[in-house]
């Protein structure tokens, strides 16, 4: 068994089927915005017909389906409202070509982003998660229209059995039409920031994962109508060897699947270990989708909420009063458990068109995260503050800041963050308690943690950013993977310089990066001390149940002695290996599992 990509677990489970390898090809920035016509009664006659194929194509599926499905009625509804859309949009379209003489095709996109922009100004990341709808429709009919095939029937034309989709992008529609026509998995490149199409995956059980690095086209060569695999739990695309029969491929996935629904089974016990230390599993959100499964999954309250989407697709950012109604929000869906927000962390790997970040050769390097917010967006800062505040006087949040490099940087926010209390209470307005921290990801913070400690309540350690700055890895770059490595003693290193210093002026540690996700980083993260980790929601239960089972007073010795004398880089690794499967012994056969297929080459 090879790993072909790893990604971000989004819809758990496993599925094994044929991988399709489909190139979604971007309809919408090939209509020029000049596109006319000449021959209005055509341009119309195009546009109800591509309507009409719609339908008959809707119609026919749930003709399909009838007999099959027990959320028929479910479906019915959604593709029903599609069609309504569908409809009132043709309506619309067919005024614009006789008022404005454009094509067809413009004239749908026109209408489209008029509705989309009018969802996005809303406010409510809810109604604005509906653009994905109106995208999909005009998605649908404008590719009638340009003769492009859909997806859905080049599908259906090939197979309808087990099919692995992995394309750059789907949309919420293709999900619905292929859940019972023969989809098992699903792979993209794009999704996860507005996640309808993930839900209705949850909702199908389509094991379904992300992965940004994802190169479609090289990715085709490769595996395109081989045999493949979706790991939903940790995150894998697989291709078995080409001597593994379906037989042993099926242990190996009930193997996966036995003990991943054991670990779900007991996802509502805390996570204390064997030995008293009661550990806060806590889950990374990245939408407002991500927060209502939190609990579902076993999840204490979130320990970072990426703020990014709600900077994402629009053209401006939030306010202050849409940040506070979002958070409140956020806060009913986890009953008013602890939410830890992190300012929005933009730059680098994370771009927000209107807010003009220069270009930088080294965007990595550049005025990204807090650099940004204190020298050019202060007016950003203060509103999260201000709307963080506010929402505590009704639940309870944390405010961290990402990309700290200098004292300097925490210093000048807690100055704003006083100077907005300030500004609250002459106001009159409520505001409650809330504590302060810093997100640990840039080495030089590392090293001066001792002098952070006056200022802050907790330090959170993004082991994402952290390692590549470590090893000067880039985090997304594939050539150097292998010298990405969580696990290295220099990592390990300068994470107990972290926790020990963090642990002697009592203040909380929490682990918010993937490492905190990875069941061999757990055994470490316990040894050194750490409070708290924040995961992936998905590795919620997993993550507990190791927890539970594991005795710090034991191993703890014999990894802090190896962590500072070890011979070979991989030692710490090894040695958690080895502990894991002696102490948890019903997770040996999924250990080795994973094992096989970390230590096997990329093709
Ligand atoms: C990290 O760097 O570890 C982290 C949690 O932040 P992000 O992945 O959002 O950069
Ligand atoms: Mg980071």
Redesign the pocket.
């Known amino acids: 068994m090879k790993v072909i990509a790893k990604g971000v677990p989004i819809v758990s489970g496993l599925a094994i089927g044929v991988a399709k390898v489909w190139k979604e090809e971007d309809v919408f920035n090939n209509i020029s915005s000049n596109c006319r016509s000449n021959n209005n009664d055509f341009e119309i006659r195009k546009l109800k017909n591509a309507l009409e194929v719609l339908n008959n194509k809707v119609n026919n599926y749930l003709e399909f389906i009838k007999n099959e499905r027990k959320e028929l009625k479910e479906i019915n509804d959604i593709l029903n409202a599609y069609l309504l859309i569908a409809d009132s949009i043709v309506e619309e379209a067919i005024d614009k070509i006789k008022s404005d003489n454009v094509c067809a095709e413009l004239a749908v996109k026109v209408i489209i982003e008029k509705y989309i922009q009018k969802l996005r100004e809303s406010g409510s990341e809810l109604i604005s998660m509906r653009v994905d709808d109106l995208i999909d429709i005009e998605s649908q009919l404008i590719r009638i229209m340009l003769g492009k095939p859909l997806l859905y029937d080049l599908l259906i034309n090939q197979s309808r059995d087990n099919i692995i989709l992995i394309t750059n992008d789907i949309m919420p529609s293709t999900i619905l039409l292929l859940a019972r026509s023969g989809l098992v998995g699903l792979v993209t490149k794009h999704g996860g920031i507005t996640s309808h199409s993930a839900i209705l995956a949850r909702t199908f059980n389509i094991p379904y994962i992300l992965v940004p690095s994802l190169d479609i086209e090289s990715i085709g060569t490769i595996i395109n109508d081989k045999a493949v695999i979706v790991d939903g739990y940790k995150g894998y695309l697989l291709l078995p060897d080409i001597n593994e029969s379906y037989t042993s491929l099926m242990q190996i996935a009930n193997i996966i699947k036995n003990i991943n629904d054991k670990f779900f089974n007991e996802r509502a016990q805390p996570a204390v270990t064997e030995d008293g230390h009661n550990i806060k599993v806590l889950a990374?959100v990245n939408n407002i989708e991500d927060a209502r499964i939190v609990l579902d999954y076993g999840g204490e309250g979130i320990g970072?909420l990426?703020l990014e989407f709600m900077y994402m697709n629009r053209k401006q950012p939030p306010n202050e009063n849409e940040l506070l109604s979002t958070l409140q929000k956020i806060s009913e869906f986890v009953h008013k458990r602890e939410i830890i927000v992190?300012a929005l962390?933009a730059g680098g790997?994370?771009p927000i068109p209107y807010l003009n970040i220069s270009k930088e050769n080294n965007p990595f390097l550049g005025l990204r995260g807090i650099r940004l917010l204190l020298k050019e967006h202060q007016d950003i800062l203060i509103d999260e503050i201000r709307a963080v505040l506010r929402a505590s006087s009704f639940g309870e949040f944390g405010f961290m800041i990402?990309m700290v490099s200098t004292l300097s940087e925490i210093i000048e926010t807690k100055k704003i963050m006083n100077e907005v209390k300030e500004d609250l209470e002459r106001k009159g307005i409520n505001y409650g308690k809330v504590s302060f921290g810093i997100?640990v990801?840039i080495p030089s913070i590392a090293l001066i943690i001792d002098k952070v400690m006056n200022y802050v309540d907790f330090v959170s350690?993004?082991?994402?950013?952290?390692t590549q700055y470590i090893l000067a890895a880039d985090r997304d770059n594939e050539k150097v993977q292998y010298l990405y490595n969580e696990f290295h003693p220099s990592v390990l290193r300068l994470l107990y310089n972290v926790v020990n210093t963090a642990k002697r002026h009592g203040v909380r540690v929490d682990v918010?990066?993937?490492m905190a996700s990875n069941e061999i980083a757990i055994p470490i993260l316990l040894s050194l001390g750490v409070d708290a980790l924040s995961v992936n929601i998905t590795s919620i239960p997993k993550i507990k149940y190791i927890v539970r089972k594991l005795n710090i007073g034991k191993i703890r010795n014999s990894i802090m002695e190896l962590i500072n004398n070890f011979s070979n880089e991989g030692d710490v690794r090894e040695l958690v290996m080895r502990i894991l499967m002696e102490t948890i012994t019903e997770l040996t056969p999924l250990m080795k599992i994973y094992e096989s297929y970390e230590n096997s080459q990329q093709p």
């Open positions: 990374n970072l990426r992190r962390d790997d994370k990402p997100m990801e350690i993004g082991t994402n950013d952290l918010c990066g993937e």
